[in-house]
């Protein structure tokens, strides 16, 4: 059985970071939402309680039954999680005069196993607005900073820690080590969350759940599908089916090139071109969330009818990974909904079949791990992600032919020109962006009004934060000339340098 760390969501934009800090620690780590929390079970070594955007004074504020885990597991409160403990067992929790956001110097106070090695006077971050006045009884300060005298606390016999500080995150410096202190000290959580490690598990797992059931798997060519098919095909072999669906919204000439290298790679892969009925019911469609419905809904059509052709065929394999599931923010209301992803939320019941769904668990970067122990091709498993709905959201507005015709070609530019400086790989993602705006310009002595492209290409781990790569001014000055001179109707080119948050990467 798998040791884990549950990480209890009470709605923070944080949470996300408390388990990537502790998988990088090669402990399996979740989130559950408040509301889902119930029985632990063995595989549990320890629980972590979020912060939140809610006050333990919000008459809604997100609870749990605490008595069911306090004193009975290692607890560690993060914020509004170690508010809520405070309050819980009889402490006092007041509102401060003003919110205290950023920076501050943690100042240690007494020994702990918690912050074991942990230097005087170092860097934490903060983000809260109420403050612990008075601790419940048992309990002992072990750490304050200048502007609060209890920054973090314990009561190391019921293996009860608390830190007002959000130790998940970059600026608060210690971070780690206190993630570690926690998880394999004191929770003593097994190091053994490995991509090897995943791998024969969730093999052994697939086989049990499928059996000799036929499974169909809807391939994108991203990394994502790319690696849940290379799973799915080591585990059952030639019961796994894999669907590549030309939606008319890939990128230039995608369709072709990826079925031919799946093939090349011993997968059983049969190519749908679909792109006529998804440009048909994407006409005069404008709003993003309903671009992505018709999408999915037009997916499971597609899939239901090939799934009819395939005898005994009785799941369906999805690539969905955990920054989809997060993003998604199913299941509680302490989070709200950023968009939907065409990769969850299940299926109609007319399908008849079952979802599987082998990455669920996984962070991009943890994806990629697991792909290069199962030896995907280096040019295959390092593309830049690309979205389920394709280039619809990429396309500011109405879809229509002529407009995904015109951004294939933008966009081939940029990745073509990408790696001809030597720059693709140093870049998560890049990709190009028609909006729904014309300029006028001048070429030769005529004037034009023609489209206006944004470029787009960011930095991340995971795709869960993001920042806009600088890339060089003569790339942007020769990519900028080429795409106006090689793409007619497009006289003007922009560089977006928005991060995320507060953007999505995705314009839409």
């Known amino acids: 059985m798998q ?4 990480v209890v969501d009470f709605g923070s934009q944080y949470t996300q970071l408390i388990v990537r800090k502790i998988r990088e620690l090669d402990v399996y780590s979740e989130i559950i939402p408040f509301n889902k929390l119930t029985t632990l079970d063995a595989s549990v070594k320890g629980v972590i309680l979020s912060g939140s955007p809610y006050s333990v004074h919000d008459s809604d504020h997100p609870v749990i039954d605490l008595d069911k885990i306090l004193g009975k597991i290692p607890v560690l409160g993060i914020c509004y999680g170690a508010q809520y403990i405070t309050q819980h067992l009889g402490g006092k929790v007041e509102k401060s005069d003003k919110r205290e956001y950023g920076r501050a110097t943690l100042r240690l106070v007494s020994q702990s196993p918690l912050i074991k090695g942990i230097d005087d006077g170092v860097q934490v971050w903060m983000s809260h607005s109420d ?3 008075q601790l419940p ?4 300060v072990i750490a304050r900073t200048d502007s609060i005298p209890i920054a973090a606390f314990h009561n190391p016999e019921k293996r009860i820690f608390a830190v007002q500080f959000h130790p998940e995150v970059y600026h608060t410096l210690p971070g780690k080590e206190i993630l570690r202190n926690f998880v394999v000290d004191i929770c003593r959580a ?16 697939i086989q049990d759940t499928v059996g000799n059931d036929k499974v169909i798997l809807g391939i994108s060519g991203g990394v994502d599908s790319t690696v849940a098919a290379f799973l799915l095909h080591k585990a059952i072999g030639t019961q796994l089916t894999g669907i590549f669906v030309n939606t008319g919204l890939l990128r230039y000439k995608e369709f072709e090139t990826v079925l031919d290298a799946y093939k090349r790679l011993g997968l059983n892969v049969i190519g749908v071109d ?3 009925e998804f440009l048909q019911a994407l006409a005069g469609v404008t709003d993003p969330e309903q671009k992505r419905k018709i999408i999915g809904r037009k997916f499971v059509e597609v899939f239901d009818r090939e799934a009819a052709k395939i005898k005994d065929a009785r799941w369906l394999a999805q690539g969905t990974i955990y920054p989809d599931v997060i993003e998604s923010a199913v299941g509680h209301h302490a989070a709200q909904t950023i968009k939907s992803h065409h990769n969850v939320g299940g ?8 979802v599987i769904e082998p990455l669920r668990l996984l962070f991009k970067d943890e994806v990629r791990q697991v792909g290069e122990a199962l030896q995907i091709p280096h040019e295959i498993l390092y593309r830049h992600p690309f979205p389920g709905p394709g280039l619809a959201i990429r396309i500011i507005g109405e879809v229509t032919p002529a407009k995904v015709q015109l951004l294939q070609k933008v966009d081939n530019i940029f990745i073509e020109v990408l790696k001809e400086y030597g720059l693709y790989d140093s870049v998560w993602q890049a990709f190009a962006v028609l909006l729904p705006v014309q300029t006028v310009g001048v070429m030769g002595d005529e004037r034009t009004y023609e489209s206006v492209v944004a470029l787009r290409a960011v930095n991340s781990v995971d795709g869960m934060t993001a920042d806009w790569s600088r890339l060089p001014y003569d790339f942007l000055a020769d990519v900028s000339n080429r795409i106006i001179n090689q793409v007619p109707g497009v006289n003007r080119v922009v560089y977006d340098i928005s991060s995320k948050p507060p953007a999505t990467i995705e314009w839409e």
């Open 190 to 205: 097994r190091q053994d969350w490995k991509p090897e490690a995943f791998i024969e598990a969730t093999v052994k797992q």
């Open 274 to 276: 679909a792109s006529g």
């Open 137 to 140: 009884e048992g309990f002992q």
């Open 3 to 6: 040791d884990k760390i549950l």
């Open 131 to 133: 403050h612990i006045d």
């Open 347 to 354: 299926l109609p019941e007319k399908m008849n079949l079952k």
